[in-house]
């Protein structure tokens, strides 16, 4: 019987991703769901807190909005060099071989070195310095939309949660209204480690959010030729590519599925 239903979902899967891959052939769209008006012709800012987010967690996000059809400008801005092996000068310039290769050129990409926001699992990042950076930054390149964690932040890192806590702060106190936050979702530990699996799921979810707030979900799902390019930007990242990350790269959902929420 249970070999039965892992056989059903297999196939299901299968099926699924088939489908939306010659969906995408015959329509020149590069996601799930074609990317709203406001995600095309615009300038996007990533916020991330660590060298290795950008991909590890936003690879599907960042292929189909730095495609050349939507005409995007799309920045990443790391809030640490990731520092906590004192390797953080080398991971800087993983950082931008790693956009490179995602389509980021090195002048859209900014890693903060500031001494209160270090790579820690224990110390807190204040919000309101975040902010504050967040605003220089997208001041200074008329940012529309920016992107990051959500209130989890994927991993339960606390610099990833603190980097949503700014952007949060930001958008409500300095945004203006003209500036819109999306967040990466977060999902239970064995949905993250299903890879491809979580499709049928991350549709249905999808789908059930649209459903109640409508156009502020969107999912995308890379293509092969996409998780390649993600994957190649993974290996840019040499310092932090132990045993356990390959685990993560060959596992993970968001590696290849991402869904992004309108919080504001
Ligand atoms: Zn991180």
Known sequence: MLALAVSGLILITVF??????????????????????????SNILLVTAHPDDECMFFGPVLCNLTSKSLKNQVHVLCLSKGDAENLGNQR????????????????????????????SMKIEWNASLVSSIIQEYVTKHDIQIIITFDNYGVSGHTNHQAAYRGALQYVKTSGNGTVSLYKLPSVSLVRKYIGLGDLPLAIFSSRMVKTSTPKNSLLFLSSPGQYLITHKAMRQHSSQLVWFRWLYVIF????????????S
Request: aromatic share 10%.
């Open 252 to 263: 993970s959902r968001y590696m290849v599925i991402n869904e992004l929420e309108k919080v």
């Open 92 to 119: 800087k310039r993983e950082l931008v071989k790693s956009c490179q290769v995602l389509g980021i050129p090195s002048s859209r990409v900014k890693t903060v070195d500031h001494p209160d926001l270090p790579d």
């Open 16 to 41: 699924t991703y088939i489908y939306q891959l010659v969906d995408r052939f015959e329509t020149g769209a590069s996601s799930i769901d074609p990317p709203s008006p406001y995600f095309d012709h």
